[in-house]
């Protein structure tokens, strides 16, 4: 596919309401939304700025600039060509490659005429449950969120904590009794906690019914993920120590976690998702799939990639249901599932005065 034209366009929203969680705490939402002329055709994709990777919308629209003229006409056929030239003439900023690679992936599976999962060779599988993430916030908000969320379908939450031990298995206890025994408990300490509270919360959360234990250390520590996921009760995931295919390696190697949170904008899109995906799945660790502050249109991307792989076994893919205002309509969800649009691509429509 020669790529004729990239443009790209700032796009900001409020959340509905603050969001906290153990790094960091946010109002608002930045994505970068990305789009490649082909022939006729259009794909759109979408880079969010965040902390993981440390992107801002600064560093994305720059690098966004250079990868615009340095690809404008040139011809790709497969996803690894062009996420190998994106290394090539830039180090770094995954983020802003993964609105490339998403928009590429659109064209391609729009050339192809079918839903992106099943250019990526995904089957019968047309949508997941998704969980509903509940930030760091007080013990009767967090029960009347989950009732509220619950009562929209939901059948699985993940609670944010990783700040305050004692209260963190206070809370998730208290969610535990107002949701019922039936709903999916995921829980996610984004780094926050030192290794004994760790160990703490872990020896609580078999009774509580937590599904899993999402990263409660820094990225960097190792052992102490080592020593945490022996003594879990619950499977141990691996979120911000995973960005590259040798990440994925080293939490195997060094047995730091069961599962692995993949996300598009940590590793640079579908291209090098997949490739962590294959060492996580040659490692008997199950994924996840998850997002940012992203909008539909990554989350899409997201959808897709997950149902097109036999080793996700779980989608955190719910971003865009606290935007304010999003660029395209929100995707299909009934029943606490997902649903991957029907149409050819991505499925996506964004609002056309976004690039008018
Ligand atoms: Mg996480």
Not at 181 to 187: F, G, Q, S, T
Request: proline share 5%; aromatic share 6%; hydrophobic share 45%.
């Amino acid at each position: 596919m020669r790529l004729d034209a990239i443009a790209y366009r700032v796009h900001e929203s409020p959340r509905t309401e603050p969001f906290v969680i153990a790094s960091g705490s946010s109002t608002s939402t930045t994505n970068v939304i990305v789009r490649i002329e082909s022939g006729g055709l259009v794909g759109t994709g979408s880079a969010c700025p965040n902390s993981v990777t440390k992107e801002t919308r600064d560093s994305i629209v720059r690098a966004l600039a250079f990868l615009a003229r340095d690809l404008r006409g040139r011809s790709f056929g497969k996803s690894l060509e062009l996420a190998d030239a994106m290394d090539k003439a830039l180090a770094g900023n995954p983020a802003a490659k993964a609105g490339v690679d998403i928009a590429f992936h659109d064209l391609r599976a729009q050339e192809a005429g079918v839903p992106l999962y099943r250019l990526l060779g995904g089957g019968s599988r047309d949508r997941m449950p998704t969980d509903m993430t509940i930030g760091i916030m007080s013990l009767e908000s967090a029960v009347t969120k989950a009732r509220y969320w619950t009562g929209r379908g939901f059948r699985a939450l993940k609670v944010k904590v990783g700040l305050d031990a004692v209260g963190d298995v206070r809370r998730l206890r208290a969610v535990r009794e107002a949701v019922g025994p039936a709903l999916e408990l995921r829980v996610d300490g984004n780094q926050g906690y030192s290794l004994n509270a760790a160990l703490a919360v872990a020896k609580e959360l078999p009774a509580i019914g937590a599904a899993v234990f999402e990263q409660p250390l820094p990225a960097e520590d190792l052992n102490g993920m080592k020593v945490l996921t022996e003594a879990s009760g619950v499977p141990v995931i691996a979120d911000e120590m995973v960005l590259t295919p040798q990440d994925a390696m080293r939490v195997r190697w060094g047995s730091c976690a069961r599962a692995v949170n993949l996300k598009l904008m940590k590793h640079g899109g579908l291209q090098r998702a997949s490739e962590v995906n294959t060492v996580c799945e040659s490692a008997a660790l199950p994924a996840m799939v998850g997002c940012m502050g992203e909008s539909v249109v990554s989350v899409a991307a997201g959808l897709h990639f997950a149902l097109a792989s036999g080793n996700v076994r779980w989608a955190d893919l719910d971003s865009f249901f606290m935007l304010e205002r999003d660029v395209a309509p929100p995707l299909r969800f009934e029943g606490g599932d997902l649903f991957a649009p029907t149409a050819p691509g991505l499925g996506v429509r964004v609002d056309e005065s976004l690039f008018g």
